[in-house]
């Protein structure tokens, strides 16, 4: 299953192949949390799959739900089993671009702000995201920082009353990914 959505993925951004242009991870992390303070509800995610064309700003992530992991096993189930429903929506994918390309020098090392716009697929439900990332260039090392909030509700996704005191509406959302350059 992750290497045909790997492959779907890589496809899906690279139409005509390869060049210098394009950078690629499958260890992108995203890290959730969705507590309230009463307790820890939090996971990390570190098989996230994405693509970046640094000519066009056209990015790409895709993340398998079953990739969670938290604390507590039981907490990761009902994450899965309840909330989630993985078996039947197995993952959460992005597609979108870099809106200030420009601003951002690729071949210079350096910290940049970028705005990032597109569509957040999870739990079956497709929405518009824009949020603000910060793009790091490091001896020709790409990295990609950014974080955003989810609202719950938003996405289908349903807290049954007595996980309310628990569980936050809104889930905190951060994508931490390092790129390589994709290779022929």
């Not at 949390?33 to 994405?50: F, M, P, Q, R, V």
């Not at 992005?94 to 210079?108: A, M, Y």
């Not at 938003?154 to 569980?167: C, V």
Request: a positive charge.
């Amino acid at each position: 299953m992750k290497k045909i959505a790997l492959f779907g993925l890589m496809a899906l951004l690279l139409n005509v192949g390869f060049s210098q242009d394009k950078y690629f991870t499958k260890t992108g992390k995203i890290f959730f949390d969705a507590g309230t303070g009463i307790e820890d509800i939090s996971a990390t995610n570190k098989s996230t799959t994405s693509v970046l064309d640094i000519k066009t700003g056209q990015l790409a992530f895709e993340t398998l739900i079953k990739g969670f992991e938290f604390k507590n096993q039981l907490m990761q189930d009902h994450f899965n089993e309840n909330y989630m429903e993985s078996e039947k929506l197995p993952k959460a994918t992005f597609k979108g671009t870099i809106d200030n390309l420009s601003k951002i020098n690729f071949k210079k090392d350096g910290s940049y702000p970028a705005t990032v716009t597109g569509k957040l697929e999870m739990h079956g439900v497709t929405k518009d995201v824009t949020t603000k990332a910060t793009i790091k260039v490091t001896k020709g090392e790409i990295s990609a920082i950014c974080s955003f909030d989810v609202n719950l509700a938003d996405y289908k996704i349903n807290i049954p009353s007595i996980a309310k005191e628990k569980l936050s509406s809104n889930a905190k959302i951060k994508v931490d990914c390092t790129y390589a350059a994709l290779k022929k």
